[in-house]
């Protein structure tokens, strides 16, 4: 069934790097999402409604606040497939980020409300009456909502969209949720204690604790969070292979929205060419970012000299003492000359953001180790940190 519907809606559906496939994806779910919890919701509350159960009648507008935050994600998507304009150069992407976090945030304001009713209902219990038709309607409605949660779990990880994955989630919370309304309802047919009211209070608190889950989860993209691991190392990976390079460091990896990145990074590369030749090279490997990656990348010069034999030796050095302290730090723009008759060694080292000595102790323990062996070694050294 979710394949057939994402054959009949999505053309193209394996090519999910391009954006008007993602776009499909997106519009197909907001579309289910529609559809389903409206006829969900309806059913619900003609039942909640006869049988005077909150829990239900609860359950239903959830059901309801589903379908508005599935057509959120219609649009959400919609407009993040906007092309670029002047007052949005890199495009509307995040617009899919903002579309998840308002989902969430209905997902608890919904969660908030149930909270406050189902309080009043155990502080004021009230009878629940419910016939076995009913109750078996109410069984029938948990496996769709177990088919909308694969269909979304699937379309989720397809696109890597974490909207849809958000709409998932809520997909589950309602079975969840669903399935104690049901035995809430057995339950009370054998005691007079508000069990009710109990189980919209848990219902409640479920869906805002996982509302709030999502919106922690969504939030981080908009902040600006550290970029996958593995599109950065298939990035240094691919420049590495490109002419000329000899090495890639400093990357900063900006995200416009899913599979939207802009990028600079310094490109180590022979001084001995002029710079016309620099010029054509690094052109040339942003050209080819483009072309095997979902990234626009600005290639920043490095002259670096590999076949100074003195400068490759102390370079050596220098990489083998910083790797035995921490293996994580990188020795990069590292230069030798000579001042004042004295051999002069100067280089940037990238270290973890939360590093554990402090950045005048680990300049003097590094100097101290490289002028062990050559006391008259004049050496500056830049601490930076890294973004990726």
């Known amino acids: 069934m979710n394949e057939l519907l994402i054959q009949l809606f999505v053309k193209n559906n394996k090519d999910t790097t391009l954006p008007s496939v993602r776009t499909a994806y997106g519009i197909l779910a907001g579309w289910v999402g529609i559809f389903s919890n409206i006829v969900l919701c309806l059913v619900k509350l003609v039942i909640g409604i006869f049988s005077g159960s909150i829990a239900i009648s609860a359950d239903a507008v959830n059901n309801l606040s589903d379908a508005g935050s599935s057509a959120i994600t219609l649009i959400g998507f919609k407009m993040a497939a906007k092309p670029a304009d002047d007052e949005h150069p890199f495009g509307h992407g995040r617009i899919e980020y903002v579309a998840g976090l308002v989902v969430a945030i209905i997902i608890v304001a919904v969660g908030l409300n149930f909270l406050k009713t189902s309080f009043e209902r155990i502080i ?18 948990l496996p769709v909502k177990l088919w909308m949660f694969f269909f979304y779990r699937k379309v989720a990880r397809r696109i890597d969209s974490e909207t849809v994955h ?13 399935s104690l309304v049901i035995l809430s309802l057995i339950v009370s047919r054998f005691t007079d204690l508000p069990v009710d009211g109990c189980a919209g209070l848990l219902v409640a608190l479920f869906i805002v604790t996982g509302g709030i889950k999502v919106i922690r989860e969504i939030i981080n993209p908009l902040l600006g969070e550290c970029p996958d691991r593995r599109i950065v190392d298939e990035l240094k990976t691919r420049l590495m292979e490109c002419e000329g390079i000899e090495g ?37 490997a942003e050209v080819e970012i ?6 626009r990348l600005l290639l920043h ?17 220098t990489e083998d003492i910083i790797g035995a302290l921490d293996p994580n730090m990188q020795v990069y723009d590292f230069r030798l000359a000579e001042q004042e008759n004295r051999p002069h060694i ?14 005048d102790k680990l300049i003097q323990k590094i100097t101290g180790l490289l002028q062990k062996d050559h006391p008259e070694l004049d050496v500056k050294i830049e601490l930076t940190y890294s973004f990726v």
């Open 124 to 141: 004021h219990p009230a009878e629940v009456e419910i016939t076995a038709v009913a109750l078996l309607i109410l069984l029938l409605t």
């Open 166 to 178: 958000a709409v998932a989630f809520d997909s589950l919370s309602d079975i969840l949720t669903t």
């Open 248 to 284: 890639v460091h400093d990357i900063i990896l900006h995200n416009y929205g899913p599979n939207r990145y802009f990028a600079t990074a310094h490109a180590e590369v022979s001084p001995n060419t002029n710079a016309v030749y620099l010029h054509d090279i690094l052109e040339a």
């Open 290 to 295: 483009a072309r095997r990656l979902p990234i």
């Open 301 to 317: 010069c490095d002259p670096f000299s590999s076949q100074n034999p003195e400068l490759k030796q102390w370079r050596t050095r």
């Open 346 to 359: 100067e280089f940037s080292l990238l270290i973890p953001r939360k590093y554990s000595r402090a950045e």
